[in-house]
């Protein structure tokens, strides 16, 4: 159990990008686009470390959101294949150095 704010998981979305292979199983318009998303967690709002990247793939013309299985396989290869180009950005490994750095510090001027 975490406390909202203090710590806890989030995410942030690191790439967008069109699927130019993929066509929407709805509207059957090519205009689907994803979002990748990386998750991690945080401490009092700090990245801490990042632990899993996840994507949601919508269609721009009919504004239908897709998941899992109801993703044409077109799509979700591409997707893939663009999540695994999508690197980890280092801002979310901030407070692994932040928060030793500053509890070193800490002892330092105070012992
Ligand atoms: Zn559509």
Request: hydrophobic residues 35%; proline residues 7%.
């Amino acid at each position: 159990m975490s406390i909202p704010y203090l710590w806890g998981t989030d995410k942030k979305i690191i790439s967008n990008f069109s699927s130019e292979p993929g066509y929407c199983p709805k509207c059957e318009e090519k205009a689907v686009s994803a979002h990748v998303y990386q998750q991690y967690n945080h401490l009092l709002g700090i990245p801490l470390y990042p632990t899993n990247k996840a994507y949601k793939v919508r269609c721009r013309h009919c504004s239908t959101h897709f998941y899992g299985e109801a993703i044409p396989d077109e799509v979700r290869d591409y997707i893939a294949s663009r999540k695994r180009e999508a690197g980890t950005p280092v801002m979310f490994f901030v407070g692994s150095v932040l928060y030793p750095a500053t509890l070193i510090s800490l002892i330092l001027l105070f012992f």
